[in-house]
């Protein structure tokens, strides 16, 4: 049967792969893959073969091609772990710096890039597909020790040599607008892969691939290079392209094909200067395809977005034998396809500097290049070696005594509603649970919680009536413990608590203290108390003074000697409370040199909209502070001055 008849298409895909990002200005993005992993789902392309997540290959894996050295840099250099040490030396010896820069997760992108094209190699030396697609892969700059072209691991390298555990030869085919010089380098000397390019040539990245490189020693005529000019077109492209392939797999006759789909060579690609369009591009895979050989389709180039996910979402249905329509369908990223929202591109007027006659001698050269093969090499009989890996046997080629973690399971499981379209579900969310089976609401309502309720309880629990008991005067009435309160949250900066309160510094002379004023109570003042060593509290707002315990316990025991005593909660008194007058008292010009020194301070006579509202008290300063006092007994309600215990002094509002 033809390929085209069994069509048995395997397709590795990762949906971490697109989280990666180069840095800000790169023009790799691997996020183009997840387009075009998009779209082709809502194609309903994926109904038509087996989807595979690659498993990432390892570090010794990835040393059959790398030096030791070069991959354990870059495991080390995105290593949470070690991110302190210094790598400069390393990053210029292994060219890691501007076009391949260090980003976050770049070991584990490698690892994304090369599981899919070695796990499609397998697939293909097992015989269970004859096509399998890795868009991931096709980085084919990166060499031996040395990152290069935005290309860190050379995941064609790693699949060709597990292909030639199981085929003679393997031939290569990149159709990259740039040269895969990585590749066409670690086969150079060797006949069993051979390597073809078509690619731009002059004064272009990476600079290699003229026309006489052809290989040497065994690997003599086994490279060849098709060096092109700007603004070539598909049929100018398909009549180069098909002569030569056709030479190449009569001469040579490859057991397994590799094919790089660098898609930067499409029309209008921001680093690319070729007139392609999808149309062309794909008929490169299609003519493949027709030889029935193994073929693995890898990825590669490719900076206008938006037209690498057309492209590779059409070659996908070229592979599978399946005509799209050119309406693109309604997709995740449907946005980047306007205006026109088709699949295929047209080309643009550019010159096609690649006259008939240059690309005649060009197609002529190597097809004499092809003459001195004298026949398809060929090795000894031997017994096939042991592939790296078999992925459906993961789970049981495992070192027993090493432990799965729950995040490496999950990362084999991909979610049924990823791969599913957006036309036609199959029936599967139409299953709906009939109410009769579905579980009861619970409607009680939530429980409040524990410590709040305590706490409200406390404080809504009355206040027992008043004992009268005789007092000793000589006998200090013990003071009980305040009732707890509710805690109050300060972390928001809107928070009472939280708000800054001026406080003007303690005056050290008695002479510098202002008297209040009081015109309805004779209050006393502050020159009376000034010369007193008291120490004071701040507590939020409220000043707590301690002045003179002695005295005032035997003042306040004679003042109530015959009150009885309560069990209420802490009294508040004012010591001193200003009453306006029409005269401006020296408080009032206290208060606006408090205001001409400090801003922040609010006046008496402030805008009440410049006031914060969210402190549930007005600012205080130190002559009009509310002050509480150590006892917790009740105060006669008369205002005479006996009654009254002695006044903090003028220091006492100084933060402790």
Known sequence: ASMSERNKVCYFYDSEVGNYYYGPGHP??????????????NYGLYKHMSIYRPRRVTEKEMTMFHSDDYINFLR????????TADYSNQKYKFNVGEDCPVFDGLYQFCQISSGGSVGGAIKLNQSECDIAINWAGGLHHAKKSEASGFCYVNDIVLAILELLKYHSRVLYIDIDIHHGDGVEEAFYTTDRVMTVSFHKFGEFFPGTGHIRDVGVTKGKYYALNYPLRDGIDDESYVNIFKPVISRVMEMYRPGAVVIQCGADSLSGDRLGCFNLTTKGHGACVEFIKSFNVPVLVLGGGGYTIRNVARCWAYETSVCLGKEIPDELPYNDYLEYYG??????ITPTNMENLNTPEYLESCT?????????????PSVQFHDSPKPLYFPEQDEDMRDPDVRITA????????????????????GRRDITIPREERPPIDTNPIPPIKETETAQSELEKPNPAPVAVPVDPLVPIPVPEP??????DTTSVHSAVSQSVFHEPAQDNAENAQPAADNSAQAPSVDDTASKDNSSVQIGDVTISDASPAEESAAMNVELANAPISVAEPSIVAKSIPVPSTEESPAVQETAEIEATNPEAVSVDADP?????????????QETAVQLTEATTSVPTENTEENLPAPASASASAPD
């Open 407 to 426: 995040e490496e399971k999950e990362a084999r499981f991909t979610h049924d509603a990823e791969m599913s379209d957006s036309d036609d579900e199959d």
């Open 76 to 83: 080390m250099v995105t290593d949470p772990s070690t991110n």
């Open 28 to 41: 790799m993005k691997p996020h183009r893959i997840r387009m075009a992993n998009n779209l082709l789902v």
């Open 483 to 488: 009732v707890p309160t509710p805690i109050i």
């Open 609 to 621: 909209m410049d006031i914060d509202h969210t402190d549930p008290k007005p600012p205080v300063n």
């Open 364 to 376: 002529q050269a190597l097809l004499e290049n092809l003459k001195h093969l004298d026949h398809a």
């Open 339 to 344: 205006p026109e929202y088709r699949l295929h």
